[in-house]
């Protein structure tokens, strides 16, 4: 008989397959990151959007959304536009073709949580945050970034790791 920390690990692990499968398949479908594509969706859901929002939005500094932004608008998903108010500060705005890309690629698991998770019940909704909160602490997962970090950086840690065996 499995005990009950272990049917809940086995849950997890469903959900983790779940999400990786979905990310895998959003990445090929846009050839883009995950990190690229939720920094996109954020632009998207909003119009324009301030760098420090977005970072905001997904958790991570705002050094990581700056390089997912420059790879975006180099494809040409996004731009930047100064504000009219204050010169130093730039919106992220998607463009045409970045609308376009969202359009093509599968409906993300995220969207079609949401439209289930706001169909619950208040009640079960808030159950369901508490379990996950409470998950993510057992896990030590609290300040675990939300996003995969950028290549170019786990290159530099492991580069790091090698030089530094300590």
Not at 12 to 18: G, K
Not at 50 to 61: F, K, Q, Y
Not at 68 to 85: G, M, N, P
């Amino acid at each position: 008989m499995i005990d009950r920390s272990s049917e809940t690990l086995i849950a997890l692990r469903r959900i983790v397959h779940a999400l990786e499968t979905n990310a895998r398949a959003m990445a090929r479908e846009s050839n883009l990151t995950q990190a690229q594509l939720l920094v996109l969706l954020e632009v998207a859901h909003h119009g324009r959007v301030m760098p420090r929002d977005i970072a905001r939005a997904l958790g991570v500094g705002q050094a990581t959304v700056t390089l997912q932004i420059d790879k975006l608008e180099a494809r040409r998903l996004v731009r930047r536009e100064r504000r009219q108010v204050d010169r130093r500060a730039v919106w992220v705005i998607l463009t045409d073709a970045g609308r376009a890309l969202l359009d093509d690629i599968p409906d993300p698991l995220h969207q079609r949580f949401s439209k289930r998770f706001d169909g619950l019940e208040p009640w079960e909704q808030t159950l369901l945050l508490s379990v996950t909160q409470r998950l993510g602490a057992l896990f030590d997962a609290e300040d675990a970034p939300p996003l995969p970090q950028p290549e170019v950086e786990a290159q530099d840690v492991r580069q790091k790791m090698i030089k530094s065996p300590n």
